[in-house]
């Protein structure tokens, strides 16, 4: 794997893991791209995302607070949702700061603005939310959006994330 790092960040001998963090990795989570902002837009990776259903649907998301993700949708009051393909590893690496990315991670996309922030235009499946609730929950933050716009295209594919690495479903 290539990194902007010279060791991997995440990398904590086994007898030092946290339980309750190698429990979580043993879960497949769809890999995601939230995006906002507007002058300065801001993206993050995140694997910790749920769509809620409901007369008005959400979707939430744990995110490491202190990121200029969390500042943007804090500022701009919405955020877009892109769900991933297995073919989108790279750019899930580069939205996560693990891969270098020249001129920004901004720099190697396609992006329409919305009013929630950018729209990364090759990924078909994404929801544009409303920040309804930004909070702290355990070491992270718990943001809730109100789903106002989304599009659903064909994903037989997708990017899981499972025990630290990105997997795909099919083999």
């Known amino acids: 794997m290539v990194s902007i790092h010279f060791e991997d960040p995440f990398s904590v001998p086994i007898e030092l893991r946290d339980p309750v963090r190698r429990l979580r990795g043993r879960l497949a989570s769809p890999v995601t ?12 990776t995140v694997s910790s995302f749920v769509v809620v259903e ?6 939430a998301a744990l995110v490491g607070p202190g990121s200029v993700f969390v500042e943007a949708a804090e500022e701009t009051g919405g955020f877009v ?50 920040t309804e609730e930004l909070r702290p929950l355990g070491d992270q933050l718990l943001l809730v959006g109100v ?14 994330y499972f025990r630290g690495r990105y997997r795909r479903l099919k083999p």
């Open 147 to 160: 789903i106002e716009s989304l599009e659903v295209g064909d994903l037989t594919d997708p990017l899981v």
């Open 54 to 59: 409901g007369e008005e649907a959400r979707a």
């Open 81 to 130: 949702a892109h769900v991933l393909g297995a073919d989108e590893a790279n750019l899930a690496d580069v939205f996560a700061g693990l891969r270098p990315s020249p001129g920004g991670m901004f720099a190697s996309v396609e992006v329409e603005q919305t009013r929630w922030g950018p729209r990364i235009a090759r990924l078909e499946n994404w929801a544009g939310c409303r």
């Open 33 to 44: 791209i939230l995006t906002s902002g507007q002058e300065r837009p801001a993206g993050i």
